[in-house]
């Protein structure tokens, strides 16, 4: 299974960018696929995840209202809509999936997730 990120680039504060995170080798149907990130000197942290038993969403507060996850029917793409961008979301963003589901009280641990795409930079300028 290999998950491959795309999308990042440079953008103004304010903007709009959206990833997206391929897999190949298989589908996630009934697993989570989620969103981290990571900045210069912090721990990776989550941004959001979609469950993939009954599609639902959920966000870290920093994000909620600004980022949206959205899949493919084949469930084979990840998409991560990011707008109303800040200059403290500025990182490298990785997506990540695991072929179980995942307790919802759990979708923000890193350590749940069994495959990591290699990361695409993202940078808002003020």
């Known amino acids: 299974v290999q998950l491959q990120a795309s999308g990042g680039g440079l953008v103004q504060a304010g903007g709009s960018l959206r990833l997206s995170c391929a897999a190949s080798g298989r589908t996630f149907r009934s697993g989570n696929m989620g969103w981290f990130r990571q900045a210069p000197g912090k721990e990776r942290e989550f941004v959001g995840g979609?469950?993939?038993?009954?599609?639902?969403?959920y966000y870290a507060d920093s994000v909620k209202g600004r980022f949206t996850i959205s899949r493919d029917n084949a469930k084979t793409t990840m998409y991560l809509q990011m707008n109303s961008l800040k200059p403290e979301d500025t990182a490298v963003y990785y997506c990540?999936?695991?072929?179980?589901?995942?307790?919802?009280?759990?979708?923000?641990?890193?350590?749940?997730?069994?495959?990591w795409g290699q990361g695409t930079q993202v940078t808002v300028s003020s």
């Open positions: 979609i469950d993939g038993w009954n599609s639902r969403t």
């Open positions: 990540a999936a695991r072929d179980r589901r995942i307790v919802t009280s759990a979708m923000d641990r890193a350590d749940q997730y069994e495959h």
